[in-house]
């Protein structure tokens, strides 16, 4: 009885958090494969979810139809949610992201900037609820290596940021 009621209690739990969140399909990829009978043709969805208040993840969806593409692709990014800092509506401090061959720099920007990034970089930043922030994309310009580039300087600020505070006894 106590199992079900977890279950139950997870799942209601999972589609409220679901609602909260907004998605944003950064890139959709014709895929295909030749096999005996013919081609057989499937779809990859890059899919950015986030609650505009600095909980933010991406995703991957990959189907036979775009819709379902997507759907699978804002599961995946519900699921791999990570928290960044946000201060005064832009990130505390300049970072360098790379993930692969993509390198990402992000700057904080004074109020009233906007965001200033490519349409991968943005999509994180928006959702993540930045609202002025630089960034300049190098090297690669591969839509899922540049979130995850992005991804990547973003959670190294909250990591410095926790050597920072526990280095200065600060909270």
């Given at each position: 009885?106590?199992?079900?009621k977890?279950?139950?209690r997870k799942?209601?739990k999972e589609?409220?958090?679901?609602?909260?969140?907004?998605?944003?399909?950064?890139?959709?990829?014709?895929v295909?494969?030749v096999?005996k009978?013919g081609?057989?043709i499937?779809?990859?969805?890059?899919?950015?979810?986030?609650?505009g208040?600095?909980?933010?993840?991406?995703?991957l969806?990959?189907?036979?139809?775009v819709?379902?593409?997507?759907?699978?692709?804002?599961?995946i990014?519900?699921k791999?949610?990570?928290?960044?800092?946000i201060k005064?509506?832009?990130?505390?401090?300049?970072?360098?992201?790379k993930?692969?061959?993509s390198?990402?720099?992000?700057?904080?920007?004074?109020?009233?900037?906007?965001?200033?990034?490519?349409a991968?970089?943005?999509?994180?930043?928006?959702?993540?609820g930045?609202?002025?922030?630089?960034t300049k994309?190098?090297?690669?310009?591969n839509?899922l290596?540049?979130?995850?580039a992005?991804?990547?300087?973003l959670?190294?600020?909250?990591?410095?940021?926790?050597?920072?505070q526990?280095?200065?006894g600060?909270?």
């Amino acid at each position: 009885m106590e199992q079900i009621k977890g279950e139950i209690r997870k799942k209601i739990k999972e589609e409220i958090e679901q609602t909260t969140f907004k998605e944003k399909v950064v890139y959709i990829n014709r895929v295909g494969k030749v096999a005996k009978g013919g081609r057989k043709i499937a779809f990859n969805a890059v899919v950015v979810v986030g609650n505009g208040n600095g909980k933010v993840g991406y995703g991957l969806g990959k189907a036979p139809e775009v819709a379902e593409a997507i759907r699978k692709g804002v599961k995946i990014a519900t699921k791999n949610m990570v928290e960044i800092p946000i201060k005064d509506n832009t990130i505390p401090a300049s970072i360098t992201g790379k993930y692969v061959s993509s390198t990402i720099i992000l700057k904080p920007a004074l109020k009233g900037t906007g965001i200033i990034a490519g349409a991968p970089a943005r999509a994180i930043l928006e959702l993540a609820g930045v609202k002025d922030v630089l960034t300049k994309s190098l090297k690669s310009n591969n839509p899922l290596n540049v979130i995850k580039a992005t991804l990547n300087g973003l959670q190294k600020i909250s990591k410095n940021m926790e050597r920072y505070q526990m280095r200065t006894g600060q909270k």
